[in-house]
């Protein structure tokens, strides 16, 4: 929550319907419907910045996404290549006389450190000093009133006496209220005007005054440098005392007696602001509303309606509406961004990112900003996990290979059948060479790079086969990148057998880290600003039946026709036939997948 928002959202609140009163309602209704009307606009300035809508996205963050220019139309890239294309761009400081041509970037725009620079955000920053230096200045001057409230209480002497605490001051001419406590003076008690003057103190007691004085304190506090406040605070003490006297009138007390003692203790000597005062300075208007005895008819009441439009007009321009799971591991910085925070431990099949390394930490700060921000892949990638994972995760686990493998697969081609620009295609990203090296089939007609199920098997050979070279799954993801002989040559050069410490190519080194990145994205989402229910994932794909063809299908599309299925579909679920037929010359068996409607 903004801070900033809610008090500027409370000020604006509270001014305008402060002037609405003083236009409509102020000596136009009655006393008591002035104190609800008051009370009405103290609580929409308090409540008001709160007021929350539940929606699926929050309407106060910007999301930020990529330039539409920056991607060539139907066209879709992997990951990779999409850090490749980001990498290429050079964009243009609006703010900087810097020379185009000096200007390269990797993954954000302008640096931040060129608007902290900004005179506006020193101006920001001079102001909120201002208002904080007010805040603490009042809230302190409060809080010592309440000390000498309550020091008064305990130094002078008390008398119970009807369910009131009387305090008997030794200073003259002070009548004072608050809560269940009355301060009197001596004299005063002791004179004869003490039963009307206590009976006024008594009736702010039941009418809970106080408590109204203490809120509108409190928020003098915080809006301090908003002149409706005190116009406000004035208003509110005005219609107490009226509210009062006029009671005392119609109880019986002589209007003029009470005239009387009105202007004999005329002169404030109070000196706490959140009491109830006799003698507040008033008096004048006082005097006259008891010698006028004003009668308001209910026509006037119904003015206080006036102000629930506006409450409403204020709800519907203010009210933010706010995710239904809140980001938790993010920071906000000037400008609007939202950040997502390093968490305190991460790891790849059980390998620890070394938190105590700074390089290896901002590294994987890089991949995690890198991918939060790419929104549409990211999300892409969230929704297809529901299909792809569930194929994956049994192969896995059947041949020994830790679950954190299948966030490879993301990485590589973000869960989609990708061709790269150097001919590695499938959702594990297999060259040509490797692939038939683990047994791929890979023919005009035949590629069986785009067959997931056998692909993931030929993917555990590789890893497995590296682990056992190499002694840890990061180094295996790490040789999978940019090949086993490879790296265990750059293992050699530099004597080092831990990822982290090796200094590898920059597509290499950034590997690993992209892929943790992408394991904390997918297993935290909303924590990073990803809320997706479970009717936007992609569902499983619909029941298939397999049958193993080992003759030859001359036309693929008429093979569709007589399962019922359309050509389409049966690409769907078989991605790995290339061609529109299927030769077959040495009748080899293949299990083709046919969806069951």
């Known amino acids: 929550m903004n801070p900033i928002r809610c008090m500027v959202v409370s000020v604006f609140t509270l001014s305008t319907l402060m002037l609405l009163y003083r236009l409509v309602i102020q000596n136009k209704a009655s006393f008591g419907t002035r104190r609800i009307a008051l009370l009405l606009i103290l609580l929409c300035s308090i409540a008001l910045p709160f007021l929350e809508i539940e929606s699926p996205m929050n309407n106060w963050q910007s999301i930020i996404s990529p330039p539409s220019f920056l991607a060539k139309k139907n066209q879709t890239y992997t990951l990779k290549e999409a850090d490749m294309l ?9 703010f900087s006389p810097v020379n185009v041509e000096q200007q390269t970037i990797e993954e954000t725009s302008i640096p931040l450190s060129k608007y902290s620079k900004n005179t506006n955000f020193f101006d920001k920053q001079y102001l909120l000093i201002v208002y904080l230096l007010g805040f603490l200045l009042l809230g302190i001057r409060l809080l010592l009133q309440l000390g000498q409230f309550f020091l008064a209480i305990f130094y002078h002497k008390n008398i119970v006496k009807d369910g009131y605490r009387y305090v008997l001051m030794n200073h003259p001419n002070i009548a004072s209220s608050f809560m269940n406590y009355i301060l009197i003076s001596k004299d005063i008690w ?37 002149p409706f406040i005190y116009w406000f605070r004035k208003d509110l ?24 003692l009105i202007a004999k203790y005329a002169s404030p000597t ?10 507040h300075s008033l008096t004048l208007n006082r005097i006259k509303m008891i010698a006028q005895h004003k009668t308001f008819t209910k026509r006037n009441t119904y003015r206080i309606l006036l102000l629930f439009p506006m409450v409403m007009i204020l709800s519907c321009i203010f009210a933010f509406q706010s995710p239904k799971t809140k980001p938790a591991t993010t920071s906000s910085i000037s400008g609007g961004i939202t950040i997502p925070s390093i968490p305190s431990e991460i790891d790849f099949a059980g390998e620890a990112l070394p938190m105590d390394n700074f390089d290896a930490k901002e590294r994987f700060d890089r991949e995690l900003i890198s991918n939060c921000f790419r929104h549409s892949a990211t999300v892409l990638f969230l929704k297809r996990a529901n299909r792809y994972f569930p194929i994956i995760e049994p192969i896995l686990a059947q041949h020994g290979i830790p ?8 990485a590589e081609s973000a869960l989609a059948n990708a061709v790269s620009p150097m001919g590695a ?19 005009t007609e035949i590629d069986e790079r785009y067959h997931l199920e056998k692909a993931t098997v030929a993917a555990c050979q590789y890893l497995k086969e590296a682990y056992q070279k190499l002694g840890s799954w990061t180094l295996a993801a790490a040789a999978y990148n940019m090949g086993r002989a490879g790296l265990q040559k750059k293992m050699t050069e530099q004597g080092g057998k831990n990822y982290f410490d090796l200094h590898l190519n920059t597509e290499t080194a950034r590997y690993v880290l992209r892929i943790m990145a992408i394991k904390e994205i997918m297993q935290h989402p909303a924590s990073y600003g990803f809320n997706l229910e479970e009717k936007d994932l992609y569902p499983p794909m619909p029941t298939f039946k397999v049958v193993v063809e080992r003759n030859a299908v001359p ?11 359309s050509y389409r579909m049966l690409k769907l679920y078989n991605p790995w036939l290339l061609g529109t037929s299927l030769k077959n010359p040495n009748h080899k068996a293949y299990s083709i997948k046919i969806p069951v409607s």
């Open 190 to 226: 002791e004179s004869d005007d003490q039963l009307l003057i206590v009976e006024h103190e008594c009736m702010h007691v039941r009418l809970w005054h106080s408590l109204d004085r203490l809120c509108t304190e409190i928020l003098c506090v915080f809006q301090w440098f908003n």
């Open 425 to 443: 295609k499938g959702f594990w990203q297999f060259m040509p060479r490797s692939a038939q090296e683990k047994g791929l089939e890979i023919s």
């Open 403 to 410: 679950d954190d493998i299948k966030y490879l697969a993301v």
């Open 555 to 565: 036309n693929l599309a008429d093979y569709a026709k007589k399962h019922h299925i």
């Open 237 to 260: 003490i005005a219609v107490h005392e009226y509210q009062v006297d006029q009671a005392l009138i119609a109880n019986g007390v002589d209007s003029i007696l009470y005239q009387q």
């Open 86 to 94: 980001h990498e290429a761009v050079q964009v243009v400081d609006l």
């Open 270 to 279: 109070h000196s706490f602001n959140f009491g109830n005062h006799f003698n």
